[in-house]
């Protein structure tokens, strides 16, 4: 995964990484490691004394062409890029975090090394450049020039574990509410945007990327937490419809069912696909039902693998049949709607998560990447990666 150093500077503008890229060669590893810049003393000798016990690792990751990824016992990252220019020669990306740290974390972090904790801590830790997993993701695939990156060949990650972290799990769980809370204005508009569309996938999608899920492995909650949160959605939702298309009588009747519901800790109902039918009564009323129910079964599988077949056998009627009816009423195929649905999905997830191409692929519902390329340059007339990199560049 070797680049050009022009092209390099070009991709790290694009992405609006600070920080200068240092060239560095070979025969002299250890003076090119002394051209990154730390704010503190301390700091520089903790990063950069696990750099040289790992020299040997590093250089021949980077002859034979793989990305290395380094991250030191403060949690400091660095880069090292292998060069297209010179085969003598690699880049340097350093030092950079992978999110914003609280001066909480930085204290406790640093405290584990006994190092320098006063006055000047915001100095020690803020001029770090951040590079969020999402934009290391988008780095690495303009690197490679392809959505369809082999992270486990073409990378390899060395993490400095000489200190236990005892503290993760609470700091991660802080962190993570805490990303919910500053958010949840514009999460709550994607979610009222995807409601008014009847779109119950995409409702799904937000739930599950930004921690609203009713199940959450990494953090389980009690009955009356889960409650409390299940209460919050159906709240969102029943806001969300008030004024839609949705009749509102319906509207309300829903809300208070699953009020009961969850006042009795009947966690069994769909909140989100229950109302998403609502919406869907209404904006195909004047469809045949079984188009309507060729929808929501598609609707409610998207995600999986989905032929004719499938959906003809679920509900008991012959292909050709709801092949020809759905055409008529709808005015496209079944397959052109379910391309459609996917490719949609496949953009909010570019635009706002940090999936590699692969996984974006694998979680729409296309289990061969390069199919899911090819689908996505049919509709959108140009590939993932560069719908990826226009939309980064709108939000400078």
């Known amino acids: 995964m070797k680049i050009e150093l022009k092209r390099l500077k070009k991709i790290i503008d694009i992405l609006d990484i600070d920080g200068v890229v240092i060239s560095g060669q070979y025969s002299s590893f250890e003076e090119s490691l002394s051209k990154i810049e730390f704010s503190n003393n301390d700091i520089a000798n903790t990063v950069v004394r696990y750099l040289k016990k790992i020299k040997g690792s590093i250089i021949n990751d980077l002859k034979d062409g793989k990305l290395v990824k380094v991250s030191s ?57 951040v590079i969020s ?9 303009m690197i490679a020039d392809t959505e369809d990156v082999d992270y486990d060949n073409k990378i390899e990650v060395y993490k400095d574990n000489s200190i236990r972290n005892v503290k993760k799990s609470t700091i991660d769980r802080r962190y993570e509410v805490e990303e919910v809370v ?34 959450n492995e990494k953090f389980p909650i009690g009955d009356n937490a889960l409650r409390r949160r299940l209460g919050y959605i159906n709240d969102v939702l029943h806001a969300a419809l008030i004024d839609s298309e949705a009749n509102s009588v319906d509207v309300d009747a829903l809300w208070i069912k699953v009020k009961n519901q969850l006042d009795n800790y009947d966690f069994s109902e769909d909140i989100v696909r229950k109302y998403c039918l609502l919406v869907d009564k209404e904006r195909y ?36 049949y709801l092949s020809s009816i759905f055409n008529r009423e709808m005015g496209f195929s079944i397959v052109d709607y379910i ?58």
Do not use: W
């Not at 997993?133 to 695939?141: A, G, S, T």
């Open 339 to 396: 391309h459609d649905k996917r490719i949609a999905n496949s953009k909010y997830l570019l635009r706002n998560t940090d999936f590699s191409i692969s996984e974006i692929s694998d979680y729409v519902g296309y289990y061969d990447t390069s199919y899911y390329i090819r689908i996505f340059k049919t509709l959108e007339k140009t590939t993932p990666l560069k719908y990826r990199e226009q939309s980064s560049r709108e939000r400078m």
């Open 285 to 320: 009323k004047d469809k045949q039902q079984v188009v309507r129910n060729c929808i929501l079964y598609i609707n409610d599988h998207i995600r999986e693998k989905i032929s004719l077949n499938d959906v003809s056998d679920y509900l008991g009627v012959n292909k050709s």
């Open 133 to 141: 997993k999402k934009k290391f993701n988008h780095l690495i695939e």
């Open 182 to 215: 500053a958010n949840q204005t514009r999460i709550n508009g994607e979610i009222i945007a995807a409601l008014v569309r009847g779109d119950i996938t995409r409702i799904m999608m937000i739930f599950d990327l930004r921690g609203y899920g009713v199940e």
């Open 73 to 129: 016992s403060i949690s400091l990252y660095t880069l090292f890029i292998p060069s297209k220019d010179n085969a003598e020669e690699f880049f340097i990306l350093s030092p950079y975090l992978e999110s914003y740290i609280s001066m909480e974390a930085a204290q406790e972090v640093l405290s584990k090394q006994g190092l320098s904790l006063e006055e000047n801590l915001n100095e020690m830790i803020y001029p770090f450049t």
